[in-house]
């Protein structure tokens, strides 16, 4: 599946409802949690309220609060890694919220 500029444009719109700010995050790359071809996911703390927690104001969001998450980084940036990362984005929208997240 080939996404075009303008279609990575209109997904980056919606999905930054979803943006955490660096300055929001810290990473630890030290501790890596897992490693795949194209990317590796380090232990991170989020400083403040999640996006997910802003966007639904319920009881089982609001423990997404200044806590511990995973941190996917790409190893290279390019036109298919935007595109594998937006259709993640959009996997996870699909599946929303799951009571079974631990944070």
């Known amino acids: 599946m080939h996404i075009s500029s303008?279609?990575?444009?209109?997904?980056?719109?919606?999905s930054d409802e979803f943006m955490i700010l660096r300055k929001?995050?810290?990473?630890?790359?030290d501790v890596i949690l897992g490693k795949g071809v194209s990317s590796t996911v380090y232990?991170?703390?989020l400083l403040g309220t999640a996006p997910l927690h802003e966007q639904q104001h319920n009881m089982h969001t609001e423990k997404f609060v200044d806590c511990d998450v995973a941190v996917k980084v790409s190893n290279?940036?390019?036109q298919s890694e935007v595109e594998e990362l937006f259709k993640e984005i959009q996997a996870m929208k699909?599946?929303?919220?799951?009571?079974?997240?631990v944070c």
């Open 6 to 14: 303008e279609e990575i444009a209109e997904m980056k719109e919606k």
């Open 43 to 45: 232990k991170g703390h």
């Open 76 to 78: 290279r940036f390019g």
């Open 24 to 29: 929001n995050l810290h990473v630890y790359f």
């Open 94 to 101: 699909l599946i929303e919220y799951h009571e079974n997240v």
